[in-house]
């Protein structure tokens, strides 16, 4: 079976070629005919007329017109329990690592316990010695840790062996080793000679959304079956053991965690949601967002990521540009008629408040904002802290039960960079929350600035979870019941 499957996408790029030769020979032949028979010059159009149909015809299954991406399946790593670390166990950490001085502890003990972070988080084995260890092996053995049981743990559940994928995309912002990440995984899995393999560095925590779309992008492209996805962050050289509070926040939210996507273009396989829509926004060209966030020395030359002045400023520009892209493909009709009158009435009140030299009323008040939760049913949101999530959330209009996903990832797991969104879909399934026919929103924001969102539609019955079952429990088995928890 493992051997069909892995020959499979061989025989079908060779049926699309020869189909190809076969076409233009029969155009050639054709041409030949006519010119033969010299029956008249407007003949000729024919055959040039069927190979340009043949050409469209490639290019658009080259393209993808009518594949649609589904997702198989899904996994989250639940680190081992010797690697949890208790917010009162990192806070000693920090004061016996003989790195930071008592401002950088003082400033971090706070960040820490404001950001509703739980005492159930992870750090990788590195980070546990004291002194920390930083080394290019450690960070290599942080790798397969979190890869290699995310991986088994996906191909084992969806019963599709290494060999019959046709890609991997791996995201990983501050970790870039030779040979590659990816190139470490298709080495430890053995697969086929022509797997495309590409590695994502230095995206921040929208690299999640970027890597399905290359997959997906590939799904449509190639003739393969299978495409994976996986997200992680390597923390052991992350790290940072300066003074400057700018870099300091990423030692406070970043924690271990690693997900695993599986993709296909196959009308065949069964999958659990589809790729409704890919919106991917950036506003790189300005220079105070490209700013925003970057990885730099400090004045002792210890490299640490800094997040610039007005980030908060630059993310709220961003995600109008995003959201209103966004919303032109994903709102209902009535919505969207909704928010459009509710525009032009604020317009026009602000007009007429104007020429009356009025500072006050409809002037003041903000602008309306579509009602999202008419687009999706359930949200995956940056996971970057307790304050940041609820400001984000209250912005899109959205309620406690909405940002709860987000909320309770970041209590039990911190700030995993890319893979937070998939420990939230995790959560949903948990919950029981998600049924068919329902849609979720991936937000992804990163550095640079960019926005990238996903929408998927749940095409599969009820989950395990539905039926007493503890597969779709994932990293929440043993603790969702505990969820959700309100300070």
Known sequence: MAMDMAHKDHLLAAYHGLLAAAGLLLCVLAELLIFALRRGAALYVVPVSAMLLLGRYRRRAAGGAGIRVGLVDFSCLKPPRRLRLPVAGLLEHLELGGFFDRGSIEFMTKAIRSSGMGNETYLPPALHYLPPASTHAHAIREAHMLFFPALDDLFEKSSVPPSAVGALVVNCSGFC??????????????????????????????????????????????????????????????????????????????????????????????????????????????????????????????????????????????????????????????????????????????????????????????????????????????????????????????????????????????????ASLWYQLAYLEAKGRVRKGDTVWHLGIGSGLKANSLVWERVAVADDVAAGGLDALGPWMECIHQYPVWE
């Open 177 to 418: 080793p030779a040979p590659s990440l990816a190139a470490i995984i298709a080495n430890r899995y053995r697969m086929r000679a022509d797997v495309k393999i590409f590695n994502l560095s230095g995206m921040g925590c929208s690299a999640g959304s970027i890597s399905v779309d290359v997959a997906a992008g590939l799904l449509r492209a190639h003739a393969m079956s299978y495409a994976v996805v996986v997200s992680a962050e390597i923390l052991t050289v992350g790290w940072y053991r300066g003074k400057d509070r700018g870099k300091l926040l990423l030692n406070c939210n970043f924690r271990t965690g690693c997900s695993a996507a599986l993709l296909t273009n196959s009308a065949a396989a069964p999958v659990k949601y589809r790729l409704v829509n890919v919106t991917r926004t950036n506003t790189t060209a300005n220079d105070l967002s490209y700013r925003a966030g970057y990885r730099e020395e400090d004045e002792e030359g210890i490299t640490g990521f800094t997040l610039g002045q007005g980030v908060g400023r630059m993310v709220s520009e961003l995600l109008r540009a995003h959201l209103l892209t966004l919303s032109l493909s994903i709102l209902p009709w009535r919505e969207k008629a909704r928010y459009t009158a509710a525009l032009l009435l604020s317009m026009r009140r602000r007009g007429q408040d104007k020429l009356a030299g009025s500072s006050s009323g409809a002037s003041g008040a903000s602008a309306p904002m579509p009602d999202f939760r008419a687009a999706a049913d359930h949200f995956c949101l940056p996971s970057s802290g307790k304050p940041m999530i609820l400001r984000l959330g209250k912005g899109l209009g959205l309620g406690e039960r909405e940002m709860e996903a987000a909320l309770m990832t970041f209590h039990r797991f911190g700030n995993q960079s890319a």
